[in-house]
């Protein structure tokens, strides 16, 4: 990120220790944000939610209130108020993944993913950019784990820009084909 926030957490983390950053020395992708994120998780549960601030923290609590526990529980998006074109692209996408990876979830690409860290470190995930969201539903549907989805209210983006386009079409299309090469051989578990 060249926004700033490296600096901000880790002004943070000199104040407590509980927090530490974690940075890649130039931007390597979603995927592998994501992956080194869990590789160094040290808590009981992962939650994976964006920055920006479309989805809230507090829907945590919420979360942990109307969860019943699982290993695994996974957002969809209420109050979503999108351009027609975004709206097309993204249920597009959403049917593409559930079709060819067996992935059972109405919202692939919701941010907002709670995982027992134990699980999630075991999970052999590859993706270097967007379609980690896909990859990782696909290895916990591949191992038979329950994903429990729970509502999380969407707020709009406050700040900056989507940084999926075009350009990423061709990225995410050679990691959903090999996840599809994958599901097809019996090899999406490990």
């Given amino acids: 990120s060249r926004d700033g926030t490296g600096e901000v957490v880790r002004a943070l983390a000199a104040r407590d220790p509980r927090i530490r950053c974690l940075a890649h020395a130039g931007n390597r992708g979603k995927g592998r944000a994501v992956r080194t994120g869990i590789g160094e998780a040290r808590m009981a549960w992962i939650l994976l939610l964006d920055a920006d601030r479309q989805i809230r923290i507090e829907e945590l609590a919420k979360a942990a209130q109307s969860a019943r526990q699982p290993a695994a529980a996974v957002g969809y998006r209420v109050g979503r108020r999108e351009p027609a074109l975004r709206r097309l692209v993204t249920a597009t996408y959403g049917a593409l993944v559930r079709a060819l990876l067996g992935v059972r979830v ?14 999630a ?24 784990v329950a994903v429990e ?40 578990a490990g």
Avoid: M, T, Y
């Fill in 106 to 119: 109405r919202d692939v690409n919701c941010p907002f993913k709670l995982l027992r860290r134990e699980l």
């Fill in 121 to 144: 470190q075991a999970l052999p995930l590859r993706a270097e950019g967007f379609a980690i969201d896909a990859e990782l539903l696909f290895r916990l549907a591949a191992r038979g």
């Fill in 149 to 188: 989805e729970v509502p999380v209210e969407w707020h709009g983006r406050v700040h900056g820009a989507s940084s999926i386009g075009p350009r990423a079409i061709p990225g995410v299309a050679r990691e959903l084909a090999r996840l599809l090469l994958a599901r097809l051989s019996g090899r999406g």
